[in-house]
């Protein structure tokens, strides 16, 4: 499996941008994902996941209401929605994958994810 990060940039607080994550693999439907990021500094955490068919997600309490994590699987797609975006949102975006029944449970672990993308930057100036 190998995911490609993209769509990181510079932008206001209070600002909007979508970043995504192309997905090389021919099962993707059978993969859970997940957004984590890192801070400059910090340790990288949990942002939000969403289940193989979509219809289940979780958020860290830090974004909830604010990003909106989807899929395309048709296209092997991961989007990440970040709205009303914060200086403290500035991080290095990374997407995650892990092969998962459909009733699995949602990982916010680091180590529940077998395949990580490269990243993508996200910088929010106040």
Sequence with gaps: ???QASGGGLVQAGGSLR???QASVVTYSYYNMAWFRQAPGKERVFVAAI???GRNTDYADSVKDRFTVSRDNDKKILYLQMN???PEDTAVYY?????AVLTAPLGTRLD???YWGQGTLVTVSS
């Design 84 to 86: 009303s975006l914060r």
């Design 112 to 114: 529940e994810y077998d």
């Design 1 to 3: 499996v190998q995911l």
């Design 95 to 99: 997407c995650a994958a892990k092969r």
């Design 51 to 53: 289940n193989r068919n």
């Design 19 to 21: 970043v995504s994550c």
